[in-house]
C-alpha cells in the first residue's frame, strides 16, 4: 500500500485549455500513486494551483486566486505550478503559505508533491527548470475523470510550445519551443476517451496547427482522429496561416470535425500586426474567414482581438474595427496589450523603440471592441432561431418552480437553454446529443429552445 492512500488532493485551473488538460493528467497520476480526489471546500491535505501568466492581469488574478484559497485552507500544502511558476517564480516566492513552485515541465513531477507533504518546511520546493532546456515533451495523459463527473467532453494535448516568435508574447519563456505528441499515442488515447463514453474530444495545445511528428502534420492527424467512435472532434486555437484550403475541405467533408474555428486576429491594422511579427496580413485573414464559411456550413468562427499595443494609433484602431465590422465572425475575445518582461517588445519599449499608448485610450478602445464584439455575437446567434441543431448537454441545475435547466453546445459552438419540468425528466439530458428546436434568444444573448421528440 502506498504511503499516500487516503491523502485527499485538490486542484484549482485557471487560464487556457491546455492547462485544464494537464491538471487532470496529473491529478490522474496522483491517484494512481494512492491520492483521493477532493475539493478545496472539503479540507484536501494537497491543493495544486495551475497558473496562467499570459498578461499582467492574468498574473493578478493569480496571486488573488492563491492568496484566497491559502487564507481559507491553512492546514494544505499547496503547490503552485505552470507558467506562473515558470514566468516568475520569485514573485511567488514572497508569497506565504506556498509549499512548491513547480515550472512548465517540473509539474508532472510527482514525486515534488509527495515530498512537501510530511513535515513543515520553512521554504517553499523551487523546481523550475528554463524554458530553453525544454527538448522532450511530457506524454502522460488522462481520461479526464479526475476532473469531471460527466463523460461530454475531454481535452487531448497534442502539442506543447511554439517557435512563431510574435514581439509581445511570453508563451516561448514559458513553454519553450515547439514539439508534438506521437500520432501513434494521440490517437490511441483518443480511443481510450470514446471507449470511456466521451461524446466529445477538444484537441488542445499551444499552438496545434504546428502539429509536427515523423511527417505527420495536423490534417494528417485528423484524418487518424476520424476513425474513432466519438461524436466530435473539437480543433482548439488555430494561427490564420494554418487555416488553409486542405483543413478547410477536411472540415466541410467531416462528420466529426465539428464546424467552430477559433482564430486570432489580434489587430486589423496591417501596420501593428508587423510591428507584432505576425505572420499574415489582413487580406489573408479576410481570405481565411471568407473561405471557410463559404465552404463549412453553418461555421462558426471566433477571434482573438488587442488594443493598445504600442505606437497604435487612432487610425490603426479605425482600420481594425473597419475591417473586423465586414468579417462574418461569430464572437470576439478581446485583449488590452500586456508588456511581458523579457519580450522583444519589452526591449522596444525599454529603449523607447516604441511608446505605450494612454491607458484612457486602452481603455475606450476596448470598451468599443467590447461591443462590436456583442454585435457579432447577437447576429450570428440570431441566424439560429428557427432552426433544428443537435445539443450535447453538459449541465443540469434546478430553475425553481418545479423546473430544471438544461444546457449544452451545437457543433458550431452556440450555447442552448432548455428548461424542462423535473417531473417529466425520467433521466437526465447530461452527457446526450439531442435534436432541439432553437426559438429564442433573450436579452442576455442566451438561446433558448426544445428538445424534439
Not at 487580406?283 to 482573438?304: F, K, N, P, T
Not at 493598445?308 to 462574418?328: K, Y
Amino acid at each position: 500500500m502506498n504511503d499516500h492512500t487516503n491523502k485527499k488532493v485538490a486542484a484549482v485551473t485557471l487560464g487556457c485549455k491546455l492547462n485544464y488538460a494537464e491538471t487532470s493528467t496529473i491529478l490522474d497520476d496522483l491517484c494512481k500513486q494512492g491520492w483521493q480526489l477532493s475539493s478545496i471546500e472539503h479540507s484536501a491535505d494537497l491543493i495544486i494551483i495551475h497558473t496562467c501568466a499570459v498578461t499582467k492581469q492574468a498574473e493578478k488574478k493569480c496571486r488573488q486566486k492563491i492568496r484566497g484559497i491559502i487564507r481559507k485552507n491553512p492546514d494544505s500544502r499547496i503547490a503552485v505550478i505552470g507558467c506562473y511558476s515558470q514566468f516568475n517564480p520569485e514573485a511567488l516566492s514572497e508569497i506565504d503559505g506556498i509549499d512548491a513552485i513547480l515550472g512548465s515541465n517540473d509539474k508532472f513531477d510527482i514525486q515534488s508533491y509527495n515530498d512537501i507533504i510530511p513535515g513543515t518546511i520553512s521554504t517553499p520546493l523551487v523546481k523550475v527548470a528554463p524554458a530553453s532546456a525544454f527538448e522532450e515533451i511530457y506524454q502522460g495523459y488522462s481520461l479526464c475523470a479526475s476532473v469531471s463527473h460527466d463523460r461530454t467532453r475531454a481535452f487531448l494535448k497534442i502539442q506543447d510550445g511554439c517557435d512563431y516568435g510574435c514581439s509581445y508574447c511570453a508563451i516561448p519563456l514559458v513553454r519553450g519551443k515547439s514539439r508534438s505528441i506521437p500520432a501513434s499515442r494521440i490517437v490511441e488515447r483518443a480511443h481510450l476517451l470514446a471507449s470511456s463514453g466521451y461524446r466529445e474530444i477538444v484537441l488542445t495545445g499551444v499552438n496545434i496547427g504546428d502539429y509536427r511528428y515523423e511527417g505527420f502534420n495536423l490534417c494528417d492527424l485528423l484524418r487518424m482522429l476520424e476513425e474513432v467512435r466519438v461524436n466530435r472532434i473539437r480543433i482548439s486555437s488555430l494561427e490564420p496561416d494554418i487555416v488553409n484550403s486542405e483543413l478547410i475541405s477536411l472540415v466541410a467533408s467531416s462528420k466529426k470535425i465539428v464546424p467552430h474555428f477559433h482564430i486570432p486576429l489580434q489587430s486589423g491594422s496591417d501596420t501593428i500586426l508587423r510591428a507584432m511579427r505576425r505572420r499574415y496580413d489582413t487580406a489573408l485573414y479576410r481570405d481565411r474567414i471568407l473561405q471557410s464559411v463559404e465552404h463549412i456550413a453553418d461555421c462558426a468562427i471566433g477571434a482573438d482581438v488587442m488594443v493598445g499595443f504600442p505606437d497604435e494609433t487612432e487610425e490603426d484602431f479605425l482600420q481594425m474595427c473597419r475591417f473586423i465590422e465586414a468579417l462574418p465572425l461569430a464572437y470576439l475575445h478581446v485583449f488590452s496589450c500586456s508588456i511581458r518582461p523579457g519580450t522583444s517588445l519589452a526591449r522596444q519599449i525599454a529603449n523607447r523603440e516604441r511608446k505605450l499608448v494612454a491607458s484612457v485610450e486602452i481603455e475606450r478602445r476596448y470598451r468599443e471592441l467590447v461591443q462590436l464584439g456583442i454585435q457579432h455575437e447577437a447576429r450570428f446567434k440570431r441566424r439560429s432561431i428557427g432552426t433544428k441543431c443537435m445539443v450535447l448537454f453538459e449541465h443540469s441545475k434546478p430553475a425553481g418552480e418545479g423546473m430544471q435547466q438544461c444546457s449544452g453546445y451545437t457543433r458550431n459552438y452556440l450555447r442552448v437553454v432548455v428548461d424542462r419540468a423535473e417531473s417529466s425528466m425520467q433521466q437526465t439530458l447530461d452527457g446526450n446529443e439531442l435534436p432541439v428546436l432553437i426559438d429564442s434568444l433573450d436579452e442576455d444573448l442566451n438561446l433558448h429552445g426544445r428538445v424534439l421528440s
